[in-house]
């Protein structure tokens, strides 16, 4: 384990639910990241908050909403997705957002959309 | 803009042998390169991290290059065995703002016993 919880492992949504992912971090960092794997895609980073603030957002649509309610726990909610946001998302966290900062991440949640 | 291949994408090899995987980087100006493993269904373990200011870090059987002027970096298997079956990612920090880290696609070893 790497100290980075996220759950669920798995989650298949129809195009009109609303659901949240969940991470938690336990390593006392104050960095943390959502990124999106697709299949056969590199991964692509989302959102970066440090100390609780939103820091990067990269050209995400609307419909993935974070948020960060203290250092240790990030959520990402989801609205009407469609069928190519099916993905693996992965949470990491990092000691800060320096440059030379280790990431650790989490096992990340498999999600499929119908 | 940064891109980062991989190549091999998919490698076989029996246990024992020596092996190299391959990165390559468009864009020099780099704060540092991290080499990642991913099994599957699993997040990403970070294995090495070159500053660009370094050459080479090695961690056991594993040992990662860097020549940030030629744009590539290696990552040297030794005496590979069945556990080191997974995907190996490549990642760069870029000097631009930002945070993001620039991952290539992956390759995916597999280790027969």
């Known amino acids: 384990e790497t100290g980075v919880t996220q759950t669920p492992r798995h989650l298949v949504m129809g195009m009109t639910n609303k659901k949240s992912l969940k991470c938690e971090q336990h390593l006392g960092h104050n960095a943390m990241y959502w990124y999106k794997q697709s299949a056969k895609k590199p991964l692509e980073l989302m959102f970066v908050y440090s100390l609780e603030e939103r820091v990067e957002n990269n050209s995400v649509p609307s419909r993935f909403s974070p948020e960060c309610p203290n250092s240790s726990h990030l959520f990402l909610h989801l609205h009407t997705l469609q069928p190519e946001d099916s993905a693996l998302y992965l949470c990491?966290?990092?000691?800060?957002?320096?440059?030379?900062?280790?990431?650790?991440f989490g096992s990340g949640t498999q999600l499929s959309v119908l | 803009k940064q891109e980062v291949t991989q190549i091999p994408a998919a490698l076989s090899v029996p246990e024992g042998e020596n092996l190299v995987l391959n990165c390559s980087f468009t864009d020099s100006a780099i704060y540092n390169l991290q080499w990642f493993r991913q099994d599957p269904g699993k997040g990403l373990t970070s294995l090495l991290l070159i500053q660009s200011s370094q050459r080479e870090q090695t961690s056991g059987r594993l040992n990662a290059s860097l020549d940030k002027s030629s744009g590539r970096s290696t990552l040297y298997i030794a005496a590979s065995q069945p556990g080191d079956s997974a995907t190996y990612l490549c990642?760069?920090?870029?000097?631009?703002?930002?945070?993001?880290?620039?991952f290539g696609k992956g390759t995916t070893l597999s280790v027969s016993s």
């Open positions: 990642a760069v920090r870029p000097r631009q703002a930002g945070t993001a880290l620039i």
């Open positions: 990491a966290s990092s000691h800060g957002t320096a440059p030379g900062e280790k990431l650790f």
